[in-house]
């Protein structure tokens, strides 16, 4: 059964907020009735737009990059994603995991990693988060509980169920959060690591961020149920669709379904609706889209319309954006110059990183080295 809720008007953007959610059997354990979220003072809401200025700003030096071929093989940004990413990554502890596919750059600056040392990474560095060894598609970061991006579509899936199986085990408080395309919906291992988390009652939850297109096919086109959220109910798993352009309300989505897994280990389906601004990676020119589609993806440009309702609600000046955005440019140039004055790694290192722990008889051969012996 669906149905509608209409959360709270927030401190400072003044349009209305909408989460629909679908509503599945409890599990056994009693249900933890939803605390109410917190109004988003003007502090927080200037540093939601802060972080989303900085992901903005740092992916589109990333695309610059990329045609000065400082940036080598894939890159898929956040363009037009940035409300969602700080909005989930808002209601994560920081003790909380996080698994994403391969558009993850703004996801790791909002876990707390350095724009420089994520910078790093897509140039290739030995200062980068995987030590230059994982590019664009593959950051890492342990510390962090940044588990991994992930380049095959779905990969992370059966992986954060099992990050959620071994949290459960041990019997921690974490969450596991995972995040994927809309495309990822339609593979297996979506499918059956929904079925496995809803069995063995696991604390994750997992995000589709349906930007509209599984690189250019619309999921109108690709999906008998376009609205992906509704998926969960084949699992009796709670689940939710919120507008992805708007922070608070994505952060309060999230928070929901964050909470419910904490509180109840249980899984949850959280649909986030933000369209990205540009094809789907570096290099596609999205000529599948229209004049008329390109059109209107201004006007949902998440940054842009937080900057314009901050100004509405008198608590960001014009003055004081533009303050902001040389701050912010500082900072990305910064971290460009850092990757690019930061060392390569050794090709001796190439396999210090394949298992966590020594693998006996582990093959560390280079395409150039002799098959047998010296």
């Known amino acids: 059964m669906a149905e509608t809720v ?32 917190p109004a988003a003072d003007a502090e927080t809401l200037v540093g939601y737009y802060r972080q989303m200025l900085l992901i903005r700003r740092f992916e589109e030096r990333a695309a610059r990059a990329y045609t000065e071929a400082k940036i080598g093989g894939y890159c898929h940004l956040n363009l037009g994603e940035e409300a969602t990413v700080v909005g989930l ?16 750059h703004g996801y790791a600056i909002a876990k707390g990693i350095g724009a420089d040392r994520v910078m790093a990474e897509l140039y290739g560095r030995s200062t980068g988060v995987s030590k230059g060894w994982g590019g664009s598609m593959h ?3 342990a510390e962090a509980r940044l588990l991994g991006g992930y380049g095959i579509v779905g990969g992370q899936v059966p992986l954060a169920a099992g990050a959620a199986l071994a949290v459960s085990y041990k019997g921690g408080d974490e969450v596991v959060m995972c995040h994927m395309g809309d495309g990822t919906t339609a593979i297996g291992a979506f499918h059956e690591s929904l079925n496995i988390a809803g069995l063995w009652n696991l ?4 995000v589709v961020i349906n930007n509209g297109l599984g690189m250019g096919t619309t999921v109108e086109n690709s999906s008998a149920e ?14 939710a669709r919120v507008d992805g352009t ?18 109840e280990s249980r899984p949850y389906l959280l649909e986030t609706v933000s369209p990205r601004l540009k094809g789907h990676s570096v290099v596609d020119p999205a000529r599948y889209r229209s004049k008329e589609e390109k059109e209107s993806l201004k006007t949902a440009d998440p940054l842009a319309r937080m900057a314009l309702d901050l100004e509405e609600a008198g608590i960001l000046s014009h003055d004081d954006r533009d303050r902001l955005d040389a701050e912010i440019k500082a900072e ?10 930061s060392p390569a790694p050794e090709v001796s290192t190439l396999f210090d990183y394949t298992y966590a722990t020594p693998v006996q008889g582990e093959l560390r051969r280079l395409p150039a080295d002799p098959v047998f012996g010296s």
């Open 6 to 37: 209409q959360s709270a008007n927030r401190a400072a953007p003044a349009r209305a907020r909408r989460t629909r959610g679908a509503k599945a059997p409890r599990s056994k354990t009693a249900a933890t009735p939803a605390t109410p979220a």
């Open 89 to 104: 990554m808002a209601a994560l502890r920081p003790t909380d995991y996080l698994f994403t596919n391969y558009r993850e």
């Open 139 to 141: 950051l890492f970061d």
């Open 203 to 206: 604390p994750v939850v997992f």
């Open 226 to 239: 376009p609205e992906l959220y509704r998926r969960g109910a084949a699992y009796r798993m709670e689940s």
């Open 246 to 263: 708007d922070v608070v309300a994505v952060r309060d989505a999230a928070r929901v379904a964050v909470e419910r897994a904490r509180a």
């Open 332 to 341: 990305v140039d910064a971290a460009a110059a850092f990757a690019d004055e």
